[in-house]
């Protein structure tokens, strides 16, 4: 039994180890990084850096180049598994009328997918002015709180069936974390065909945002306008929004039809 307890605190011991080299690469993760620098930035000995190094490498989590170390393509590989396969392609399809969409105001503009009960970022162009905001491409934010997820969620019954499930994490002090007022900003989504987010992830910074309709007649991604607070106009973002969307929308539509035409020929 005593040997049980001690291989189990020894396997945790060598993922924590693994998990800090990993995380230790930090901006260097591409260019490269030598052993002597992972183990000062773990506080490891050099001897057991190396060690874990060789295990990560044998693994390909990560690869060696010269004297330097950086992280493998298996990690990216492992990264990419826990997204939805189709979140490429809705990018592609969808980075034209993103770039509609800055064009059109200059501001940051976001392109959003439902992951579970999280909205995850495939794409994000900044303003002229940078604004100040948790937001980047491949990161998460709970759907109740963002524009894009509230979007989504008006017409995604199943996804806000397990959004309501949970308890409803709050960001900020305008976060709307009760399933009533949640649930009537959704209705209220759909009647407008826009979405609002006043300050629910950071304060002073405000988001509108409109759904992406699938051939299915779900949405299947969201597009969105950051601004700070004192300059949202909806008389000029909420018109826009519902053009590009439309339009989004029809083009994502044809998708099927046209994959179909080509499986026929």
């Not at 002229?128 to 963002?146: E, I, N, S």
């Not at 209705?187 to 407008?192: D, G, H, I, N, S």
Request: proline share 5%.
């Amino acid at each position: 039994m005593a040997g049980q307890l001690q291989a189990g605190r020894d396997d945790r011991a060598a993922v924590d180890k693994a998990m800090s080299v990993l995380v230790a690469f930090g901006a260097e993760a591409a260019t490269g990084i030598g052993v002597s620098e992972l183990a000062r930035r773990t506080s490891l000995p050099k001897s057991t850096t190396h060690r874990v190094l060789g295990t990560l490498e044998r693994n390909g989590a990560v690869e060696k180049v010269g004297q330097r170390y950086r992280l493998g393509a298996r990690l990216a590989e492992l990264g990419r598994s826990v997204y939805a396969p189709d979140h490429d392609r809705i990018r592609d399809l969808m980075i034209p009328f993103l770039a509609d969409l800055w064009e059109s105001t200059h501001e940051t503009v976001h392109l959003a997918a439902l992951h579970g009960t999280d909205v995850v970022y495939l794409s994000k162009v900044y303003g002229h002015r940078q604004l100040k905001m948790p937001t980047r491409t491949g990161g998460r934010l709970p759907a109740h709180v963002t524009a894009t997820g509230k979007a989504l969620l008006a017409h995604d019954p199943d996804a806000l069936e397990l959004t309501l499930a949970r308890r409803l994490q709050r960001l900020t002090t305008r976060t709307v974390a009760d399933a009533d007022s949640l649930l009537c900003q959704l209705a209220e989504v759909r009647q407008r065909g826009v979405a609002r987010e006043d300050q629910e992830v950071v304060p002073g910074l405000s988001c509108i945002g409109v759904p992406v309709f699938g051939a299915s007649g779900r949405p299947v991604a969201a597009l969105s306008i950051a601004v700070p607070t004192s300059r949202v106009d909806p008389q000029i973002f909420e018109p826009l929004l519902r053009q590009i969307g439309r339009a989004a929308s029809q083009r994502m539509c044809r998708q099927p039809q046209a994959r179909r035409s080509r499986d026929s020929a």
